[in-house]
């Protein structure tokens, strides 16, 4: 029983995205029925799938009872730095990829050094570290700009008969990089350090290194979300990484994982970036007014994240909160 209690638990958030996902594709159908064809699909699979690679690398960190309020200024500088320097043919895209990986991965380094070695908190290294990240992105491209080859965007936004490429993209990617590191000793080490980092401390394990991994892998999701999104807009944009910040947290929140540390699935967070990414993109097909829009976004993440922050309020943290 107690056992079965656990992975309930443990999936609660994911069965409730489920549920959500399903009843919210349902209600858009009955308003816009194309949505359930091919296109449709694809269509909703495009504009969820950078929210979710986003998402999953807010969860990197939140495990690790961090948090990277850089990851939208990341997504900013590597889909300007792609935008510019991207050309036609296999050579000129291969290596525009290659590094746009790397310089995700640097950011994430940098991150993580300040918060792992210069014991400086998450919300104000990463807070800071995002101007930097913002500031560098304006220097590549000042304004709206750039292009993206054809064969690039096609090859992640199109799909095959109703097998949207983004979703394969999201899959891979997971598959590739995150089963084979939350499989491995590392994730077992990310997961423990969130949970307790005085016993992990004690245990002999790598805190900072830990710590330092995590923020790199969030670095690395953060830059496989800005090309998706320069594919999908075959171009670049100074500015269109703001929104992922809050609505990474707010998805993986969602999800299931928790601020503290220690707690959450994959899963969960995809679905939760789904869920957010649907919800408001059905704003616009019921003709709500884009003044409502952002109110209505705006209550939402503060709902969700509000009902994360309460999660932490448990029994026994309420009880010692009586016993001061």
Known sequence: ????????????????????????????????????????????????????????GQ????????LDLSIGAEITLVNCFAATTMSAGAF??????????LIGLAM????????????????????????IFAGAALIILPRPGGSIPDGFAGALTGSWGPLPFSLVLLAGVVALVWLPVFTSRLGRYIVAVGDDASSARLSGLPLQRVELASYMLAGFFAAV???????????????????????????????????????????????????????LNALGVFNVSAFWQDFIEGLVLMVVLGLGGL?????????????Q
């Open 1 to 56: 029983m107690n056992k079965s209690r656990r992975v309930l638990d443990k999936h609660a958030g994911s069965l409730s995205c489920a549920l959500g996902l399903v009843v919210i594709i349902g209600l858009y159908a009955l308003r816009q029925p194309l949505i359930l064809s091919p296109f449709g699909i694809a269509s909703l699979a495009n504009v969820s799938v950078a929210l979710a690679l986003a998402a999953v």
């Open 59 to 66: 969860t990197a960190v939140l495990l690790v009872a961090g």
């Open 92 to 101: 000129g895209i291969a290596w525009v990829v290659a590094a746009s990986l």
């Open 108 to 131: 994430g380094f940098l991150n993580g050094v300040v918060v792992a070695y210069g014991r400086v908190e998450p919300l104000i290294a990463t807070f800071c570290t995002s101007f």
């Open 225 to 279: 979300a800005a090309l998706f999104l320069a594919a999908e807009t075959t171009s670049g944009d100074p500015s269109i990484g703001g929104i992922y910040t809050l609505n990474s947290l707010a998805a993986a929140v969602l999800g299931g994982v928790a601020l503290t540390g220690g707690r959450g699935t994959v899963l969960g967070p995809i679905l939760g970036s789904f869920v957010l990414s649907i919800i």
């Open 311 to 323: 999660r932490v309020l448990r029994a026994d943290s309420w009880l010692a909160l009586l016993r």
